[in-house]
T-cell receptor
Framework: GAGVSQSPRYKVAKRGQDVALRCDPI?????LFWYQQALGQGPEFLTY????????KSGLPSDRFFAERPEGSVSTLKIQRTQQEDSAVYLC???????????????FGDGTRLSIL | GENVEQHPSTLSVQEGDSAVIKCTYS??????FPWYKQELGKGPQLIID?????GEKKDQRIAVTLNKTAKHFSLHITETQPEDSAVYFC?????????????FGSGTQLTVLP
């Protein structure tokens, strides 16, 4: 597709269950980002990949959160033993690499709305 | 780390009037400032961006200004239309170090009244 695709669009899970969220970036984009957006707030950075390498995971809130991008394309964000405070929209964005001085725009998917009961 | 503050949190204007949203940032190393529009149930959509070597950028009815000295930047929308109604986010990016992340403001709910 032409844009960033995320699935599922909605996910409901019971507290304590594990969930997996998928992101298909724009074809050819080597940089991929995950963000968490709480209701009424701006997106907050979780983690960043360049190709298959996870270069920054400083935003992951706990060790229950894990992200991977094994072949440098599709990425999965996994949350283990979910808790109610994990309820949020999880956004994925991708961009061309750019240089260290010049950044390329990040293009977002429509997100996965996660509700933990 | 970077901190971005955005004002106002809500803004109502009459159709045809102008709207201005302002943001400040804390990290003087930040050098890229995008603006996103987010409609209900959708992801943020990039509408305009500006880099630190430019003071102003325009794209039809949308313009962004940057004051590096004061560390603030603003979004200007002229001749507003009902379809401009959405939540707008500013963001700042610092690529000078190892960080590779955008820091977002808290958003402005813009309502254009017909």
């Amino acid at each position: 597709g032409a844009g960033v695709s995320q699935s599922p669009r909605y996910k409901v899970a019971k507290r304590g269950q594990d969930v997996a969220l998928r992101c298909d970036p724009i074809s050819g984009h080597v940089s991929l980002f995950w963000y968490q957006q709480a209701l009424g707030q701006g997106p907050e950075f979780l983690t960043y990949f360049q190709n298959e390498a996870q270069l920054d995971k400083s935003g992951l809130p706990s060790d229950r959160f894990f992200a991977e991008r094994p072949e440098g394309s599709v990425s999965t964000l996994k949350i283990q033993r979910t808790q109610q405070e994990d309820s949020a929209v999880y956004l994925c964005a991708s961009s061309s690499p750019g240089t260290s001085y010049s950044n390329q725009p990040q293009h977002f998917g429509d997100g996965t709305r996660l509700s933990i009961l | 780390g970077e901190n971005v503050e955005q004002h106002p949190s809500t803004l109502s204007v009459q159709e045809g009037d102008s709207a201005v949203i302002k943001c400040t940032y804390s990290d003087s190393a930040s050098n890229y400032f995008p603006w996103y529009k987010q409609e209900l149930g959708k992801g943020p959509q990039l509408i305009i961006d500006i880099r630190s070597n430019v003071g102003e950028k325009k794209d039809q009815r949308i313009a962004v200004t940057l004051n590096k000295t004061a560390k603030h930047f603003s979004l200007h929308i002229t001749e507003t239309q009902p379809e401009d109604s959405a939540v707008y986010f500013c963001a700042a990016w610092d690529s000078s170090g190892s960080a590779r992340q955008l820091t977002f403001g808290s958003g402005t709910q813009l309502t254009v009244l017909p």
